[in-house]
């Protein structure tokens, strides 16, 4: 057994995004990462995902327009609502969007394809981690509107696995409460008699 995985897996943490600074990875890091990302488990080797990489000025400007369509659907926002809007995808160097991406298969269900990319999101906050930078994915509203999915590069079959920060913090990051894993599981004990 490889006691630096487990010790890594069992101290894992996200760091909260606005404290994530450049720099963020590279092109060939991000490469690297979405590799590791893509070796998850896919049955029928469909490939129910996909990634959106946003970076550079790119950010600023879905920021700019998620600002816009919060004010389409609320009328004026105040001006910290509006900062909060606008620093969205800004706030870390690299933004990866983890995409399900609907494929049709007759014996497949599509929660389970749903599941394949969130193993894809944990896999890639693993290799960005791995490399030495700090993570947080989060999804927020606009993930639930179809035009804040357009705004983010997603077609109207697509929908948000979640968007993964990735950037460079100092420190250890912070912990937060977690449950017993003692009362996380049993021993099978039958069918289910409720």
């Known amino acids: ?21 450049a720099p963020g990875p590279d092109d060939a890091e991000i490469a690297r990462i979405i590799a590791a990302a893509s070796r998850v488990p896919d049955h029928g080797r469909l490939a129910p995902w996909r990634f959106i990489v946003y970076r550079g000025e790119a950010r600023k400007e879905i920021g700019r327009k998620l600002a816009a369509l919060a004010e389409e659907r609320e009328g004026p926002l105040p001006e910290g609502r509006r900062n909060q809007e606008l620093t969205r995808f800004s706030r870390a160097p ?30 890639l906050i693993i290799a960005a981690n791995a490399l030495g930078y700090h993570t947080n994915m989060i999804t927020n509203w606009y993930s639930d509107v179809a035009q804040g ?29 977690r449950p017993d894993p003692a009362t996380l599981y049993s021993d099978y004990s039958g069918p289910w008699r409720g």
Do not use: C
Request: charged share 20%; hydrophobic share 40%; net charge negative.
């Open 94 to 123: 690299v933004v990866v969007g983890v995409v399900s991406t609907p494929k049709e298969h007759p014996k497949i269900p599509d929660w389970e394809k749903f599941l394949s990319g969130g193993m894809a999101a944990m896999n």
């Open 149 to 177: 999915r357009a705004i983010l590069g997603l077609a109207p079959e697509e929908r948000v696995v979640g968007f993964v920060h990735i950037g460079t913090y100092e420190g250890t990051a912070p912990e937060r409460p």
């Open 1 to 21: 057994m490889n006691s630096t995985i487990m010790d890594f897996l069992l101290s894992r943490a996200s760091v909260p995004i606005q404290d994530l600074q």
